[in-house]
């Protein structure tokens, strides 16, 4: 009997329409297009504002209700390269970001992994303190995490936005939910087979893995991409400044000059948006779907 | 066997309190930053656009002058979180050795080992601290010990759109405008039909709804506080009089634009929306250059035209005395009217010391900003400040609060005064 | 403790030979603890250790920058007879109760939307995603435009419908549903990309068998694709709640607690305390409550959750 994580996966259709079921499929424009275009049209229109303000002079940025601009101002994408170490904050938070989800990758899995199959003594409590730190809100934790950070002398330097974040709860948690859901028959047949727990894991397990591990990806990636407060806290030379640190030196409490931090507000989402184009494809069916035949 | 969990945390917790110990009790990051005799000192700010490349430009300047101390800039994350990183700092033994800091923030960063009491060193003749003005001075000051040099001075007046004025045929507000006056060009200035409004407030809630009805309690002639400090005042025919023409304008006559809090007024009043705003010198390089706008003093509800202002201030925290020193000296630099003056021809922010009002650059700021001519003239009609208390933002938000319950319509005016003065009461007898 | 209903069936062996058992147990035993040492290690000292932290902090008076001075239970004394604190626990149930559901609800219908090879479900899906990526001061700018009462669009478009204008955050009574609405707006995508990777985990044959039964497509989605989500549903409840009830950048960057206390929840009355009043020890006793509070409903949704999964098996 072959093993099924031996078979490449193969992309298997999603559910047939009720009425196809009993014909050939024919080729026409879903019905689904009625309801997904003005759902999307909703969620864009922050996107389309932060667009038109983008490409606006300040002075038209200043008036309301807001109004298209007379001339597109590509300049302010430029400005924003010129005026500021945008590329700086860039290169920071993307080092940040790509330790913290690597390593995010493979914490969570084992971790959440052990937390769903594996029965060992302990675990059930050490389960609870880990989602117990999602309990305290950061406002209290902040001054004992930042001490915490300087004892290990990680003040103002990238360490101090990297080591705090290698594992996250949300993540070993989302992780176990995940393998929870997986069918178990697959793992009883590679331990038939006399795989260990770790070969079980590594061969079997993580192929399946793949919409699981995109969506840690992606929401790991974004959560390190918009932090604010730890990195205003825990850092302080501008030439470690992070994006949304950096940011903030466009808006003034009472000056804000809207086109720039639109103009680099949407250079900043690109990164997240292209991770999750990325990451999006992994969301077709896997092996597991199709059962063990 | 299988490591404990509670022995692991246990033994960090321990790891932990040992260094917390340790970092309490060192006082910073001491010891000169020096190195073949030269002095490094950090400089942290919230400025943005305009200010920033001025205050870049100063630090430059300094740098290239003075081989021995030089100036390192940091920004602050905003003057917003200004003080969240700065108390983040101080718990740490983190900070800059001067920072921007907020007027009402000098209350809780006064008195502690870290911030540097600047009584003595202000009070040096060559310093010349009566040159600022007495509310800067009240500003900076807590429990008559200095912890701040101003750095910043303000003042609410008058700002209006002189075409819709002149559309609704109505003559300019004068220095001599009472509040019937005030009320009722806002009402003749108010079109529901065409969504224009008379005058625009800011109605969250916070310090901003407050401190303008608190000019407006100043005008009417009463006061915040007992003389001792330690008990409400504002619940009297004074607060009740600034009060009901609140609800007067807003509730009654609708002539009043509730600003939520985002800054909106001032891109209503570019749109030709608002006629009218009570706001400080910030807002006039974000006034469009097609709207016609005029500046004027407050108006007086018996004849005093009262204002207020929002000082902030450089505060000097303590990383030994070589540092200490070298900030103390740029410091005195950068707040010296010559310098200072050249910073507001920059920005057009308003002069902090009154003799920068007899240099020569004046005359030429006035001519770049000729909106500031009221501005820097009302500086002489704040003639009180807010407490400088630890209480103070307790006694603002209760204020705040209840003011946006009038502005509504959901409070009357004598029951917010009631609610308000209860709570603040309450406040004030719990702390300092 | 928190017991996987799997676990027994993919760790038993099939005949009863002890010396297996025991094998199986031991190797079972170091393997977990392997696989959670490095988080353990990592969550406990970054994670738990400034959480108790904090939680010797509440027994103090304390400013947060000066060493405290210790009072004891007495900041928990004061939160009982606190009038603002209720007020904000009030706000914090109440939004809570209509954010969860309505998003988990949300998350799941869109997700099944979006579940299927359309031509351009590419841009749909990234249009759903795209306000999760928006920061919250840009959403928070947005919807109070959206939002004014005067010149926004909303009510325009209301008024042309003949409905009166509405004061939304301006107005007491739906200043919260109206975070409610931004909230959910902005964490719908949250949820769907949850929900759209744990539904590539279902079956497909299941749902060909359902067909050929006969089962309507509307039938098969709610009685075998939604059950055997329930992973996914439990993780999305949790970590919604969990949110929900420490509700605070977006009351920051709008409403600011306000009109007159209408959105003040708890971990903005919290900010205040800390960060506006300076009563350090207090806003950690406050946070400590609502920690109970979050602890409590967490453990009442784990155990909820598996004995629905018992059920149904």
């Not at chain 1, 093993?3 to 026409?28: I, Q, T």
């Not at chain 2, 000296?329 to 910073?343: E, Y």
Request: hydrophobic share 50%.
């Amino acid at each position: 009997m072959a093993h099924p994580a031996l078979v490449p996966p193969v992309l298997v259709d999603p559910l047939p329409e009720y009425e196809d079921s009993v014909g050939p499929r024919r080729r026409r424009p879903s019905a689904w297009h009625l309801l997904l275009l003005p759902l999307s049209l909703v969620m864009l229109t922050p996107l389309a504002w932060m667009v038109v303000t983008a490409v606006s002079t300040v002075q038209e940025s200043r008036q309301f209700p807001p109004r298209l601009p007379s001339s597109i101002q590509w300049s302010n994408f430029v400005a924003v390269w010129t005026t500021a170490p945008f590329g700086r904050w860039l290169i920071n938070t993307a080092v940040v970001s790509a330790i913290v989800v690597a390593s995010n990758l493979v914490f969570c899995s084992l971790a959440g992994y052990a937390f769903a199959r594996l029965r060992f003594r302990g675990s059930g409590l050490a389960f609870m303190l880990l989602l117990a730190t999602l309990m305290v809100p950061f406002q209290v934790v902040l001054i004992p995490t930042l001490l915490i950070v300087k004892s290990f002398g990680l003040i103002d330097h990238l360490g101090a936005l990297i080591v705090p974040n290698l594992v996250t709860a949300f993540g070993v948690f989302m992780m176990r939910q995940f393998f929870l859901a997986l069918p178990p028959e697959l793992e009883e047949a590679g331990r038939m087979d006399g795989a260990s727990r770790a070969g079980v894991f590594l061969k079997i397990v993580t192929p399946l893995m793949g919409p699981a591990l995109a969506t840690l990806a992606i929401l790991t990636f974004l959560s390190i991409w918009n932090d604010f407060l730890w990195p205003l806290v825990a850092i302080q030379s501008p030439e470690n400044m992070t994006m949304q640190l950096g940011l903030s030196t466009f808006q003034g409490s009472h000056l804000t000059d809207w086109p720039l931090l639109m103009a680099a507000t949407l250079m900043s989402q690109l990164p997240v948006i292209l991770l999750f184009l990325a990451g999006q494809r992994m969301f077709v069916r896997s092996i597991a779907s199709s059962g063990i035949k | 066997m299988a490591p404990n969990p509670r022995r692991t945390i246990a033994l960090a917790a321990g790891v932990v309190l040992a260094l917390s110990v340790g970092a309490c009790s060192s006082g910073g990051s001491s010891g000169p930053a020096q190195s073949g005799g030269v002095v490094q000192i950090t400089f942290a700010h919230g400025y943005t656009d305009v200010e920033a490349r001025a205050i870049t430009a100063q630090v430059a300047t300094w740098n290239a002058t003075h081989p021995k101390i030089q100036v390192k800039l940091l920004f602050n994350g905003g003057n917003d979180g200004a003080l969240q990183k700065t108390m983040a700092g101080l718990a740490t033994g983190t900070y800059p050795d001067i920072a921007y800091e907020y007027g009402s923030s000098m209350a809780a960063l006064a008195g502690h080992q870290q911030v540097v009491d600047l009584t003595n060193k202000v009070n040096n003749p060559s310093f010349n601290w009566n040159d600022f003005y007495p509310f800067e001075r009240a500003a900076a000051s807590v429990n008559n010990r200095v912890y701040g040099v101003p750095a910043l001075v303000d003042n609410l007046a008058l700002v209006y759109n002189k075409k819709l004025f002149d559309a609704a045929h109505l003559a300019y507000p004068t220095a001599t405008w009472s509040w019937a006056d005030f009320r009722s060009a806002a009402k003749a200035l108010t079109n529901q039909s065409a969504k224009q409004y008379g005058w625009a407030y800011v109605a969250d809630g916070s310090e901003d709804t407050t401190w303008r009805w608190l000019a407006m309690l100043w005008q009417a002639g009463g006061d915040l506080l007992s003389p001792d400090g330690k008990k409400s005042a504002f619940n009297s025919p004074a607060g009740l009089q600034a009060t009901q023409l609140l609800h007067d304008m807003a509730v009654t006559d609708k002539s009043v634009y509730l600003d939520q809090g985002n800054g909106n007024y001032l891109n209503l009043f570019n749109s030709g929306k608002i006629a009218m705003m009570w706001t400080g010198p910030w807002d006039l390089s974000s006034i469009n250059s097609n709207v016609n706008y005029g500046t004027q003093i407050l108006p007086a509800a018996n004849g005093i035209h009262s204002s207020i202002a929002g000082p902030d201030n450089w505060v000097l925290f303590n990383n030994g005395s070589a540092r200490e020193q070298a900030a103390w000296t740029f410091l005195t630099w950068l707040t010296s009217a010559q310098t200072h003056s050249a910073f507001t021809l920059a920005t057009g922010d308003l002069p902090t010391r009154a003799s920068e009002t007899r240099l020569g650059v004046y005359t030429t700021y006035l001519v770049k900003y000729p909106g500031d001519a009221v501005f820097v003239l009302n500086l002489g009609n704040v003639v009180k400040a807010r407490p400088n208390t630890k209480t103070y933002p307790q006694v603002s938000q209760a204020i705040g609060s209840q003011m946006q319950g009038v502005l509504i319509g959901q409070t009357s005016p004598q029951a917010a005064l009631s609610t308000a003065a209860q709570q603040a009461d309450a406040a004030l007898a719990s702390g300092p | 403790m928190v017991r996987t209903a799997e676990a027994p069936a993919a760790s038993a062996p099939v005949e009863g030979r002890p010396s297996v058992l025991r094998r199986v147990w031991w190797s079972d035993h170091l393997a977990g603890w392997a696989f959670i040492s490095p988080t353990v290690v990592l969550i406990g000292l970054f994670g738990l250790v400034p959480v108790v932290w904090a939680f010797v902090l509440s027994f103090q008076q304390n400013d947060l920058i000066s060493p405290g001075k210790w009072v004891g239970l007495a900041n928990y004394k004061k939160l009982l007879h606190d009038p603002l604190f209720a007020n904000s626990v009030r706000n914090t149930i109440v939004y809570t109760a209509v954010f969860v559901p309505v998003s988990v609800i949300g998350a799941l219908l869109v997700a099944a939307a979006l579940n299927r090879r359309v031509r351009g479900i590419t841009f749909y899906r990234l249009a759903v995603f795209i306000p999760v990526v928006t920061s919250t001061v840009a959403t928070a700018t947005m919807f109070s435009w959206l939002l004014d009462p005067d010149f926004g669009l909303v009510n325009a478009a209301l008024s042309k419908v003949g409905i009166a204008s509405q004061g939304f955050f301006r107005d007491p009574h739906e200043a919260l549903m109206s975070i409610v609405l931004m909230t959910v707006w902005g964490w719908l995508g949250f949820g769907v990309i949850i929900y759209l990777a744990a539904l590539q985990s279902v079956p497909a044959d299941l749902l060909e068998a359902a067909a050929i039964d006969g089962c309507s497509r509307w039938r098969a989605f709610w009685r075998v694709e939604v059950p055997l989500l329930a992973p996914a549903t439990l993780f999305l409840v949790i970590w919604l709640t969990i949110n929900a009830l420490q509700l605070f950048d977006e009351i920051f960057v709008t409403t600011k607690g306000g009109p007159v206390g209408a959105t003040t929840v708890v971990v903005y009355y919290l900010y205040q305390q800390a960060f506006q009043y300076f009563n350090g020890g207090y806003a950690s006793a406050i946070a400590y409550v609502l920690f109970l509070a979050i602890l409590v409903v967490t453990v009442v949704q784990l155990t909820a959750g598996r004995r629905l999964s018992h059920a149904e098996r």
